[in-house]
């Protein structure tokens, strides 16, 4: 039984999944988005990160879904790095939009969309992507996302929109300030994972109507500018894999429930779904 190594990549982290005849091994490293990273750094990650952790088992094939992989470029470079560090290896190097429609609607047509650190969505035929929505990134578009949540917090911060309790609240976990947050978003690396993390003042602020406001105005906008240009979203559920999809299923249910649409599968992660795809 050929031995089989999977990679579910995002802008924040990697999980790689080792299937070893019956043994499933999981292994985490950062993520590995080649807009970010050149292909040398890849390269020092996967060996510095995920090799030694392997137990020097060498895989048959490798199969890589990963963030930015949905060019020929930036493919090269990522296969590349990983065919450097298992030369013996088959590898396959894919978008993670692609990892997310496998894991969630297998061998069946379906609507997959990727609610994470990015955003993305897609309608697959049960064998390939025949519609994708063009992702603009996390300065025009990545609506739904962390980045884009993230973002419209800190706007509400430093506008002064936020009322004088969520101000407070804040100040106080991320005792920042201006100019701190615009040398992190404007002059330092990955200002995408940056932006992100402040979602986490979301999830554990609820309930108050202006949170509320901000999560439903970044799923309006990814509906409107994304599900709702496939047609097949009226006569097909519509799926999510990703931590944000994860962790606000009751608001994606509600704007589900106001569009008239089917809510399908919620994911956290796609890798339970891939190992049983790959299986």
């Known amino acids: 039984m050929a031995i089989i190594l999977l990679a579910d990549s995002g802008s924040t982290k990697t999980e790689w999944c080792l299937m070893n005849g019956k043994k499933n091994k999981t292994i985490y490293t950062q993520g590995l988005s080649p807009y970010f990273l050149t292909t040398e750094q890849i390269t020092d990650i996967i060996r510095d ?10 895989p048959d094939e490798i199969y890589f879904y ?3 992989c949905s060019n020929a470029e930036n493919v090269r470079s990522v296969k590349k790095a990983i065919q ?3 030369v013996n290896a088959e590898v396959t190097v894919d978008h993670d939009l ?3 429609a496998k894991a969630l609607c297998g061998r069946e047509k379906g609507i997959a969309c990727i609610l994470g650190t990015g955003s993305n969505s897609c309608f697959y035929n049960g064998k390939k992507i025949v519609k994708n929505i063009p992702g603009l990134g996390y300065v025009l578009g990545d609506e739904g996302s962390g980045t884009h949540l993230g973002r419209k917090v800190i706007q509400h911060y430093l506008y002064g929109t936020f009322d004088e309790d969520l101000m407070d609240r ?3 976990k991320y005792k920042t300030n201006r100019d701190e947050i615009l040398t992190a978003v404007y002059k330092k690396p990955l200002p995408n994972r940056y932006l ?3 979602t986490v003042f979301l999830t554990e602020n609820r309930g108050h109507y202006m949170i509320e406001n901000i999560i439903e105005d970044s799923f309006n906008d990814f509906f409107f500018n994304h599900i709702y240009k ?8 519509v799926n999510f894999v990703g ?14 429930n106001s569009y008239e649409l089917k809510l399908g599968k919620v994911f956290k992660k796609p890798m339970d779904g891939l190992v049983k795809f790959h299986r």
């Open 49 to 58: 990160e995920l090799k030694v952790k392997m137990n020097k088992v060498e």
């Open 66 to 68: 990963g963030t930015g």
């Open 84 to 86: 450097k560090q298992f």
């Open 98 to 100: 692609m990892g997310a």
């Open 170 to 172: 804040f100040q106080a």
């Open 196 to 198: 992100a993390a402040f």
């Open 230 to 237: 496939y047609k097949e979203c009226w006569t097909m559920p």
């Open 243 to 256: 931590s944000v999809a994860h962790v606000f299923k009751d608001v994606l249910q509600d704007m589900c």
